[in-house]
């Protein structure tokens, strides 16, 4: 990142305006005892495979695994394991950061507890984080509340692993039915993304769902900068 890159992004930060999009890539540091889990997709994919499919189809990507896994187990079986291998992740130094900052959102692709324990860990947080992992009250408690940041997770939350009716999405299926109980989540968002700057930590802008339904990466590139990718 340029000087003039770095200073605009630290510009619009200071303003407590930004956008926080957090893809899959920012809990790779994220820690299980202490020392980084680097748990990212393949990784996902290798233990679904070990699980539910005998260790075979782990040159496959991730959602046509977790596809084949469906049919050998059921969801709330799927994402029990899923909720298992997240459930230890802990904050690194960079996630403690997070609540440091004044954001008018934070919004993530991710499933873990990661940003929640940096907020609770923090002595003296900016704002109080509000996850919103699905339509209905906790949205609109998270837009009402004072001084909060509304944390919006779009594939959902291991806390909510046994929830079948706006599951995480995690196959195929899922993301065909993404919107299904998330609607107001993309909505909201998509309203937010075209008045506020998007700070964006990913090194991939081809996430499936933003592209589909929220089109955050048109907005990105039409109305904003800068875009920050780790």
């Given at each position: 990142m340029t000087v003039q890159m770095q200073e605009r992004v630290r510009t619009v930060v200071e303003s407590g305006n930004a956008i926080l999009f957090l893809g899959a890539e920012a809990s790779y540091s994220a820690l299980i005892d202490s020392s980084p889990a680097h748990i990212y997709a393949d990784t996902l994919r290798d233990r679904l495979c070990d699980e539910f499919l005998g260790g075979e189809?782990?040159?496959?990507?991730?959602t046509t695994v977790a596809d084949y896994a469906r049919n050998e187990a059921s969801l709330v079986e799927i994402q029990a394991f899923v909720r298992n291998i997240f459930l230890p992740l802990a904050p690194a130094a960079l996630h403690l950061n997070i609540p440091k900052f004044r954001w008018r959102a934070i919004v993530s692709t991710n499933?873990?507890?990661v940003v929640e324990r940096a907020?609770?860990?923090c002595r003296r947080p900016l704002q109080k984080l509000a996850p919103v992992t699905k339509d209905g009250e906790q949205l609109d408690m998270a837009l009402a509340e004072e001084n909060a940041v509304p944390y919006l997770?779009?594939?959902g939350c291991i806390t909510n692993y046994a929830d079948t009716a706006v599951p995480i999405v995690l196959d195929s299926h899922e993301y065909a039915k993404f919107e299904?109980?998330?609607k107001n989540l993309a909505r909201t968002f998509s309203e937010w993304a075209r008045k506020s700057p998007i700070i964006l930590c990913s090194c991939n802008l081809d996430q499936k769902?933003?592209?589909q339904h929220c089109s955050a990466l048109e907005l990105l590139a039409r109305y904003h900068s800068p875009v920050c990718e780790s």
């Open positions: 189809h782990k040159k496959r990507n991730l499933y873990d507890l907020y609770a860990n997770k779009l594939h299904h109980g998330r769902n933003i592209k």
